[in-house]
């Protein structure tokens, strides 16, 4: 930061301790009303003291980057209002970017912030400005945000669209979702939301014969031995089953990113305007799949089968050893 006004001052009386911020010169003591200039006594002048404080506020604007609030002063200034920079040339006009492009002014940026100071920048900001200085028009900038080019990043119209079309596309699931959402009675893993319940019901139940089956292992006096081999397998199965459980949590509602919405298509959208087009889109119009409306991933479901899957062959192979044992 570049200080390079200084007005203000700390004014210390000595003798009794008194001070104050001033911009002017004291001639008394406000606390002991003593003369800082006194004839009478010429050592009183080395009772008071002034130490001069920097003032960050320019006013010598030139060859400056500065710093103001868009609106108003420092004085007036809150933390988290808007900022606004300009780089100033030698004869101190300041070059800032505003609504109508690159404007050049001076009087408004008394009291600015400096924060880099150039040795010289006059040609180098003059041919910048006469160069690109069209760059920054209103029209300009809206031919930017209009093109198509495929290397041209989405303008913000266009993700407004975009977003706007999938919370369209929330609300249609959502209802279509609380019209047509049945349990199957032919596959557990085939149903929606209930399909969820009933696999995380299938998962406690598991969990409690696996318990179970540890518990008995444990239990017997005489075979404790060749039958503990079991018990890592079981205890690995049962923490897969509680990460699981820890980690897919049923949302608490249903939003963009957690189900399957069709893709925003601008030319689809276009389309959507021609009313003979909209009748035949009517006409086709299908139900979603409620395959799709599990709120489960299909590689949880596809995790949690495995799962029960190994502890069917568990239980089988504990009994088959079990009767080996005892015949």
Known sequence: MVFTSITAKVFTH?????????????????????????????????????????????????????????????????VGDDLHIGISDSESMVHSYWFKGIIIESSSWQDAIC??????????????????????????????????????????????????????????????????AQPSAVSVFASTLPSDLRLKKDVINMKRKLNRLK????????????????????????????EIIQSKKDPDEFNMDNVPLPEYNSVDMQLLFDDELLSDANDSSKELDNAELSVYDKDVHARVTQLISSCEVLFREFDHFCKSLYT
């Not at 004291?26 to 009303?33: D, G, L, V």
């Not at 809206?142 to 706007?164: M, V, W």
């Not at 239990?219 to 897969?240: A, V």
């Open 115 to 180: 924060i880099y100071k150039f040795q010289e920048i006059d040609e180098s900001l003059s041919e910048f400005v006469s160069n690109y200085s069209h760059h920054f028009t209103a029209e300009y900038m809206a031919d930017i945000l209009e093109d198509d080019d495929a290397q041209c990043c989405e303008d913000s119209d266009r993700k407004n669209d975009r977003r706007s079309f999938l919370k369209e596309q929330l609300d249609i699931f959502v209802e279509e979702y609380r019209e047509n």
């Open 215 to 242: 518990f008995k292992i444990q239990s017997l006096p005489d075979k404790e031995e060749q039958l503990s081999g079991y018990i890592p397998t079981i205890n690995s199965i049962i923490d897969q089953f509680d």
């Open 14 to 78: 000595e003798e009794c301790g008194w001070s104050c911020i001033t911009i002017d010169d004291m001639s008394r003591c406000m606390k002991c009303n003593k003369l800082a200039h006194d004839e009478t006594n010429p050592d009183a002048y080395q009772q008071f003291t002034y130490v001069h404080l920097p003032n960050p506020f320019t006013t010598n604007t030139a060859r400056c980057i500065l710093l103001k609030p868009s609106k108003g002063t420092f004085y007036e200034y809150n």
